[in-house]
């Protein structure tokens, strides 16, 4: 058999397929899976390991309100940068993925559900296809919201502190050695 021969084959083969199937059953497995697992007990420490840099930089952005000058916004900006690459992008997505796409099949095998699927008139490459996309729709939106409310969070901040910065300060404890705005005559 000569190598046309066998590419025309090839060819008639990958036309004679069930495209529209397919494409229908990863679509519903899709939608099962993202259903079943985007909002589960099981993926709160997904969330947790997601929100860990905007709770450091809400606590951040509370205690030091009055502390920062609000001219100053590249450290920030830097540590946010940093917590970015070293946190977001090596550790917290690698093991957020990891545990999301682990558990797409792990998860079906410690509930005892895999069979089901296997016993559906489906095939294997279209369920794994299908898994495989649930799980690259559930990981990107668990760490864009988080990564943008990190984001929001540094740039309210920097704006509360030029504002906090810009109105009168009032008279207090630490204000003894300088004479308070209200207490001094124009």
């Known amino acids: 058999m000569s ?3 066998s590419v025309a084959r090839a060819q008639s083969s990958f036309k004679e397929q ?3 199937l397919f494409a229908s059953q990863i ?3 899709v939608r099962t899976e993202v259903r079943r697992n ?3 007990r099981r993926r709160i420490w997904v969330y947790l390991l997601a929100f860990i840099p905007v709770l450091i930089f809400i606590t951040h952005n509370i205690f ?3 502390h920062r000058d609000p001219a100053n916004i590249e450290d920030d900006t830097e540590v946010l940068a940093g917590f970015v ?3 977001y992008l090596r550790l917290g997505i690698f093991f957020a993925c990891m545990g999301i796409f682990t558990w797409l099949f792990r998860g079906e095998m410690v509930q005892r559900t895999l069979h089901y699927q296997f016993l559906a008139p489906v095939r294997k490459e279209v369920l794994v296809i299908g898994k495989f996309l649930a799980g690259a729709i559930i990981s990107p939106s668990t760490w864009r919201g988080n990564s943008a409310s990190a984001l929001i969070s540094t740039v309210c901040a920097w704006y509360r502190s030029s504002w906090a910065s810009s109105r009168p300060r009032s008279c207090s404890y ?3 050695h300088r004479p308070c ?3 001094t005559r124009r």
Do not use: C
Request: proline residues 4%; aromatic residues 16%.
């Open 3 to 5: 190598i046309q021969e």
């Open 18 to 20: 069930p495209w529209r």
């Open 27 to 29: 679509a519903i497995l």
């Open 38 to 40: 985007l909002f589960t």
């Open 64 to 66: 030091s309100v009055y």
């Open 85 to 87: 690459q070293l946190y």
């Open 174 to 176: 630490t204000d003894r």
């Open 181 to 183: 705005r209200s207490r």
